[in-house]
């Protein structure tokens, strides 16, 4: 665990600006959920993570848990400030990852659609809540395979 020195730091408490008079609140970024379903094999995390460091990204949260069984792992992944665009492209890199069996997104596009379909990868759109609230909906069979793309290019 990271310890933080605070010696010498200022005691004052700190208001945040939202409570400050005239302070106007800024527009909060969207969060996108990521929740990917592997192959419960030791390389398969550092390859999810090194998607995200190549983007100078640090996710907010990060959770992995051994399914029941054993055999895949559940890697669930927040990450804040993303352009839907951006969102679109790390969902479409997450299914392309060696292990990878599924990944549960908001929506799927066209040529995300296109591609992951030729190269066998399951698609399921429509997750929204939380991401251990998707995965529960996965497992309980709340959510059906895309037939088609859910939303038009770069939405």
């Given at each position: 665990m990271?310890?933080?020195?605070?010696?010498?730091?200022?005691?004052?408490?700190l208001e945040p600006a939202s409570l400050k008079p005239g302070a106007l609140k800024a527009p909060r970024a969207a969060t996108f959920c990521f929740s990917v379903i592997a192959e419960a094999e030791p390389g398969v995390l550092p390859r999810v993570l090194e998607l995200f460091a190549k983007r100078n990204l640090v996710p907010e949260r990060w959770v992995a848990d051994r399914l029941p069984g054993g055999g895949q792992l559940a890697?669930?992944?927040?990450?804040?400030?993303?352009?839907?665009?951006?969102?679109?492209?790390?969902?479409?890199?997450l299914r392309e990852i060696w292990g990878v069996d599924t990944v549960l997104t908001g929506n799927c596009g066209p040529k995300a659609f296109r591609v992951l379909s030729?190269?066998?990868?399951?698609?399921?759109?429509?997750?929204?809540?939380?991401?251990?609230?998707?995965?529960?909906?996965?497992q309980?069979?709340?959510?059906r395979t895309a037939a088609n793309p859910n939303v038009a290019g770069h939405w």
């Open positions: 990271t310890s933080l020195d605070l010696q010498g730091a200022s005691q004052a408490p890697v669930d992944i927040q990450v804040l400030g993303l352009e839907p665009r951006e969102g679109d492209y790390i969902a479409r890199c030729a190269a066998g990868v399951t698609i399921y759109v429509g997750a929204e809540g939380t991401v251990r609230d998707a995965l529960e909906a996965m309980a069979g709340g959510f």
